[in-house]
């Protein structure tokens, strides 16, 4: 199949989106978020003043747009004692903080952090400014692994390091949505183990067991099979073998790892030993996009993550 972040790429010049970059004193950055509008992929707004570019910038300074994020940021958080004179100093304190809640309030579509920043950062900012997806409960990741015959997705690979199987049942829902999202593809999930419909017996296969149930109650029409292993799950000769029944094994273009050690070893060994390109970790399960990177990010990945962001954002409400 074609290359995906290429048929992305044009998919957000044929509906561009406003993207915010709230670290901009990163020098990678600055060139991603220049290389983004260059190529005409949408708009790359700053946080804060970038000496000697072009692109458009918010900062503090701006006090109508200061007064709107705090309001907003009060809304979100009166409950834990949120005021408005503290959600001000919150948000001249923290741009990955006013990045998201430049999302919220509808100024860009879409948020992308985490050069710096750490993924813990970058996800409390999009709780406390954007939130949760309606209906669900948990803010996870996903990997879009492109090989060069096809795209998997693979999650979750750098938020939740022991789902429960309720959790690990929305991520697979989630990384489900998404892949459909960015692929066009019909997603077809495995729930992986190290066991096949039973060959073993222990608590943590259960886990993946009772992870089936859970998905299947939230999204009844999607093609969602465990407890598989992996080659199982990938190779239709093992799956004739092992899993003749099921609806996804050798099939299977999303991979849902039972936790978070097999998940990130699972997506740097494909990205490593089978030559992938690894895009991500792509933040799940937020209203609207707020996009984290790896801080070893060149400005190549973090234009490619600002295009995912608009894709996504194109699918928001």
């Given at each position: ?6 048929q ?7 509906n561009?989106?406003?993207i915010?970059f ?7 950055v600055?060139d ?5 509008e ?5 708009t ?29 940021l ?8 949120m ?30 952090a ?17 939130g ?11 990997f ?7 795209a998997?997705?693979?999650?979750d ?38 066991s096949?419909?039973g ?18 109650q939230m ?7 465990g407890?598989?292993?992996f ?19 050798g099939?299977?273009n ?53 295009v ?10």
């Amino acid at each position: 199949m074609p290359n995906v972040i290429e048929q992305l790429h044009e998919r957000a010049k044929a509906n561009p989106k406003r993207i915010v970059f709230p670290e901009s004193q990163d020098p990678r950055v600055i060139d991603a978020a220049t290389e983004f509008e260059r190529l005409g992929l949408g708009t790359a707004v700053f946080v804060g003043d970038v000496a000697g570019s072009l692109l458009e910038t918010v900062t503090v300074s701006n006090q109508a747009m200061l007064d709107q994020c705090a309001q907003q940021l009060f809304e979100n958080r009166k409950h834990k004692g949120m005021t408005v004179e503290l959600a001000c100093e919150a948000i001249a304190e923290n741009p990955l903080l006013f990045g998201s809640l430049l999302v919220r309030t509808g100024f860009v579509d879409g948020s992308v952090a985490g050069s710096i920043a750490t993924t813990a950062s970058v996800i409390r900012a999009g709780l406390y400014g954007v939130g949760p997806l309606p209906g669900r409960k948990l803010v996870s990741s996903f990997f879009l692994m492109q090989l060069p015959d096809r795209a998997l997705t693979y999650a979750d690979c750098g938020v939740v390091p022991d789902p429960t199987a309720e959790q690990l049942g929305e991520i697979a829902v989630t990384a489900a949505e998404n892949h459909q999202l960015l692929t066009c593809e019909s997603p077809k999930v495995a729930l992986l183990s190290y066991s096949t419909k039973g060959s073993a017996h222990h608590p943590r296969i259960d886990k993946v067991r009772q992870a089936l149930k859970h998905a299947r109650q939230m999204a009844p029409d999607l093609a969602i099979d465990g407890e598989l292993q992996f080659d199982a799950a990938f190779v239709p000769q093992v799956a004739q073998k092992k899993a003749p029944d099921s609806p996804v094994a050798g099939q299977a273009n999303v991979f849902v790892f039972p936790d978070l050690d097999s998940g990130n070893i699972a997506y740097k060994i494909t990205e490593r030993l089978a030559g992938a390109q690894a895009m991500g970790p792509l933040v799940q399960g937020l209203a609207k996009p707020c996009m984290d990177l790896s801080r070893g990010c060149s400005p190549k990945d973090i234009v490619d993550v600002a295009v995912i962001a608009s894709i996504l954002a194109q699918n928001v409400g």
